[in-house]
């Protein structure tokens, strides 16, 4: 199974300033089709999980432009450019090129 | 409006048996696939089963294969997991969820005890 592995555990940011959270995956996520299958999932508390980015960096319907996703082969990261009250909650990043699709542990981001 | 609504969860001793459903609406639910997500009290997301547009395939994750079943009815828009021999560890909040993650239910609570 492929292992994905977040970092940090836990994000304290003061509002307003940037954040960013680090996955890597145990192997390369670019499938044969040449697309790389990392998600970010944010979950907010009592809420299900949302998915934020699809493919690495696209944005699903919705999700403000603050929220950013880059990386290949297998180191990624979750950027938010400007930390908002409504983005505290457990990050999570996906793999969904080999199953069973797993899952990182989650980094937990909060206000200062 | 996409809504994912799951039922069927409650309190089941261990050994038990108990079947969920998800109920569809609001997009083309023949036309995706489908999954159950699960997630322990506090703890992260485990990707359970994942079912074919047309019913044809379906995976398992190690820790619940042999024991639960994924399956849809595509003429009523629904997603079942049935769930056999469970255990106390399958304790959690089950999610139906469709695609790779694009839409979520809010989720039923299992939880497995004598």
């Known amino acids: 199974d492929v292992v994905m592995t977040q970092s940090p555990l836990s994000l304290p940011v003061t509002l307003g300033q940037p954040a960013s959270i680090s996955c890597r995956s145990s192997q390369s996520l670019v499938y044969s089709d040449g697309n790389t299958y990392l998600n970010w999932f944010q979950q907010r508390p009592g809420q299900s999980p949302r998915r934020l980015i699809y493919k690495v960096s696209n944005r699903d319907s919705g999700v403000p432009d603050r929220f950013s996703g880059s990386g290949s082969g297998t180191d990624f990261t979750l950027k938010i450019s400007r930390v908002e009250a409504e983005d505290v909650g457990v990050y999570y990043c996906?793999?969904?090129?080999?199953?069973?699709?797993?899952f990182g542990g989650g980094t937990k981001v909060e206000i200062k | 409006e996409v809504q994912l609504v799951e039922s069927g969860g409650n309190l089941v001793q261990p050994g038990g048996s108990l079947r969920l459903s998800c109920a569809a609406s609001?997009?083309?639910?023949?036309?995706?696939?489908m999954s159950w997500v699960r997630q322990a009290p506090g703890k992260g997301l485990e990707w359970l089963a994942r079912?074919?547009?047309?019913?044809?395939?379906?995976y398992y994750v190690d820790s619940v294969k042999g024991r639960f079943t994924i399956s849809r009815d595509n003429a009523k828009n629904s997603l079942y997991l049935q769930m056999n021999s469970l255990r106390a560890e399958d304790t959690a909040v089950y999610y139906c969820a469709s695609g790779l993650g694009g839409y979520w239910g809010q989720g039923t609570l299992v939880t497995v005890s004598s």
């Open positions: 079912v074919k547009p047309d019913g044809s395939e379906k």
């Open positions: 996906m793999q969904s090129k080999n199953w069973p699709l797993t």
């Open positions: 609001g997009f083309s639910f023949s036309d995706y696939w």
